[in-house]
């Protein structure tokens, strides 16, 4: 068999794997998917339990043309699949102090918002949409939808064009500039928490993640997120891709420095022409390549700051909320203080921001009648020393649920399911290094550069897509992330 018609192997079906093979398949490849789990899907899975349906990993959904893209390249349609329907109020935002704000795309009725808190933010609110347009614009090709960035496509970016990105600012800086009301200013910092950093540390150009949010819409798919795994798992079986579930690879077999193929935990051994990992990098090289392997990059990438983690609780709640949205925030007092401790304690915040979301909103058979699926989500940090959440995690759930107390919402007497995932879980499940959900941290400015490149620099034919490689972490980022991977592969068996 030659390397052009051999089987490709993917290992893990996250969004990231799924998407390569659904790109490689398409492509006339041969390939085959091998998933650890029982079901396919990564961080973006689902729990059924006691009548209830929940999503436990993504609930928000961004840049649905990433996702028509995909579908378009395989042939078919996104509409054959999915019903993405859009979100309003895209978020509700709960304040300490009693303000609500309902986050939309309609400008009319977020400026009257915006103005009850402080008349001159209008401007600076649109001063602001338009600013993080311009990011998208100048910083879009170089980060986001293309290649991995190198020195050359960032000297590409005209002087001019680079000082509009105000890159020497954080993001809580560039907001700053624009807008002066505290509610504003700590709503348009959340966004840096989509990649799992700080407001205070990273750099302004994540401010394109607004755009993305508020002038762009958020998806929902019918049924529950838990969908798109189900229809790229769909199309990519359409394709002829095989995908084996129950199967983790214990070692990728490296031959004169080219991957050969992969071990299973069952003792087989599969020969590949290429071998594709939607596996977090760092754990790829710290289990399932052999230790001669780049031992400095694998000390290197075990030494990487990474992103923040999540506290996740589902929970079957008795009654309806009317009050609530389908996404809400439950802000804190002090912002600044909730990432000091994730990032400098290493600890969960000691008064979380909490976000809450209740799909049965949408779709009444996520729950039994009259109750609700309550989705709670806090951020937290990675894995580490300063917090063990085996012995502090009950506490910390009472911590949780006495903060939406506070906020009128005391559901400690009717929960009648639950389901508690920590970081821990999240390694466990998924092979998240640390559990951090979006693998190195973004909270430095030039951290985009130094994220791990879909071509493995060490093993010739080992390809990386998901959330720990280029361009990053979150649904639609890891489905370019497989277009990236698949792309290389394929020029590379052509080169
Ligand atoms: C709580 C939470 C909330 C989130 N919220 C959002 C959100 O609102 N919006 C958004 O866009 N994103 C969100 N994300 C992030 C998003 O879910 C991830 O970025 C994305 O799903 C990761 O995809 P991936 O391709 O990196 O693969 P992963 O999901 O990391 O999947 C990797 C797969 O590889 C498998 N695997 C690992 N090791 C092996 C092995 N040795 N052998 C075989 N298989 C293996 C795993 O079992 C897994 O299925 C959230 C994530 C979490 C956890």
Redesign the pocket.
């Known amino acids: 068999m030659t390397r052009k018609t051999g089987l490709v192997v993917v290992?893990?079906?996250?969004?990231?794997?799924l998407s390569a093979a659904i790109r490689l398949a398409a492509a006339g490849r041969r390939v085959a998917v091998?998933?650890?789990?029982a079901q396919?899907?990564?961080?973006?899975s689902q729990v059924v339990q006691d009548g209830y349906r929940w999503d436990?990993?993504?609930?928000?959904?961004?840049m649905r043309p990433v996702f028509e893209e995909l579908f378009a390249a395989a042939g078919r349609r996104l509409e054959e699949y999915l019903t993405l329907e859009p979100v309003e109020p895209l978020t509700r935002y709960f304040f300490p102090d009693g303000t609500r704000l309902d986050a939309t795309r309609d400008l009319a009725r977020m400026a009257e918002q915006i103005a009850a808190l402080d008349a001159r933010d209008v401007e600076g609110y649109l001063d602001f949409l338009e600013y993080a347009a311009r990011l998208h614009r100048i910083t879009g090709p170089v980060f986001v939808y293309n290649q991995p960035p190198t020195w050359r496509t960032f000297l590409g970016v005209s002087p001019a064009d680079m000082m509009r990105v105000d890159p020497w600012l954080t993001m809580d800086q560039a907001i700053r500039r624009r807008v002066h009301s505290p509610h504003l200013r700590q709503l348009l910092g959340r966004f840096a928490t989509?990649v799992g950093a700080s407001p205070f540390q990273a750099p302004a150009t994540l401010s394109v993640i607004a755009h993305v949010e508020l002038t762009g819409g958020v998806w929902y798919p019918r049924g529950g997120i838990y969908q798109i795994a189900t229809a790229l798992a769909r199309l990519a079986t359409e394709l002829g891709v095989e995908i084996h579930t129950r199967?983790?690879?214990?070692r990728i077999l490296v031959e004169h420095g080219r991957a050969t193929g992969v071990v299973t935990a069952d003792g087989r051994t599969l020969a590949a022409a290429s071998v594709l990992a939607?596996?977090?990098v760092t754990?790829v090289y710290t289990q399932?390549l052999s230790p001669e392997i780049a031992p400095a990059r694998r000390e290197a990438l075990r030494r990487r700051q990474t992103s923040c983690s999540?506290y996740?609780l589902l929970l079957g709640v008795e009654g309806e909320h009317p009050q609530l949205a389908h996404h809400n925030i439950f802000f804190n007092r002090d912002y600044r203080r909730e990432f000091a401790d994730i990032f400098q304690r290493g600890a969960p915040p000691r008064d979380p921001t909490v976000y809450v979301a209740i799909t049965s909103k949408r779709d009444p058979t996520h729950a039994p009648p009259g109750c609700e699926n309550w989705f709670v989500?806090v951020n937290a940090p990675p894995l580490g020393p300063a917090f063990d959440w085996e012995q502090q995690g009950a506490a910390y759930r009472a911590l949780v649920l006495d903060t939406l107390a506070r906020y009128g919402l005391d559901i400690r007497p009717r929960i009648r399911s639950e389901v508690a995932l920590t970081p821990a879980d999240?390694q466990r499940?998924?092979?998240?290094w640390r559990g951090a959900?979006?693998g190195i941290s973004s909270n430095q400015a030039l951290n985009a550069f130094r994220r791990p490149h879909n071509r493995c620099p060490d093993v010739r034919g080992l390809y990386f897509?998901?959330?720990?490689t280029h361009p990053g972490?979150?649904?639609?980022?890891?489905t370019l992330?497989g277009k990236v991977a698949a792309e290389l592969l394929l020029r590379d068996e052509h080169g």
Do not use: H, R
């Open positions: 290992i893990g079906a996250g969004i990231g794997g091998l998933e650890q789990g396919v899907g990564g961080k973006m436990t990993g993504p609930s928000v959904i961004t989509y199967t983790p690879v214990i939607n596996v977090d754990t399932l999540g996740v989500l999240l499940l998924t092979g998240a959900l979006y897509a998901g959330g720990t972490g979150g649904v639609p980022m890891v992330s």
